[in-house]
């Protein structure tokens, strides 16, 4: 049973920086794809970033160059460094986990992430 636990976030300024972390239990995380999603208020939850077990990166436009996820396979955890916030930042973000051929995601409970001066 896959597990996911996330903390971090909170509330932000503009132009500032937060971290959101996710620890994984329940999995061999090497065989895990980890990914952040983030949801507004009225929108469709959005994918944000993912992180092959290898390292390898993709990030949504919006956040590119501003946002960055890694992982820690010892310790079995996910981060994402955001810099450069924005009030559009502002949304639930979740933590992600997609076995390797897989197309099933397992999902943390969200934290918060409020982007406001």
């Known amino acids: 049973q896959v597990q996911l636990v996330e903390s971090g976030g909170g509330l932000g300024q503009p132009g500032g920086s937060l971290r959101v972390s996710c620890v994984a239990s329940?999995?061999?995380?090497?065989?895990?794809?980890m990914g952040w999603y983030r949801q507004s208020p009225g929108k469709q939850r959005e994918l944000i970033a993912t992180?092959?077990?290898?390292?390898?990166?993709n990030y949504a436009d919006a956040v590119k160059g501003r946002f960055t996820i890694s992982r820690d396979n010892a310790k079995n955890t996910v981060y994402l460094q955001m810099d450069s916030l924005k009030p559009e930042d502002t949304a639930v973000y979740y933590c992600?986990?997609?076995?390797?051929?897989?197309?099933?995601?397992?999902w943390g409970q969200g934290t918060q992430v409020t982007v406001s001066s």
């Open positions: 992600s986990a997609r076995r390797i051929m897989s197309s099933v995601n397992s």
């Open positions: 992180i092959s077990s290898g390292g390898t990166t």
């Open positions: 329940g999995i061999i995380f090497s065989n895990y794809i």
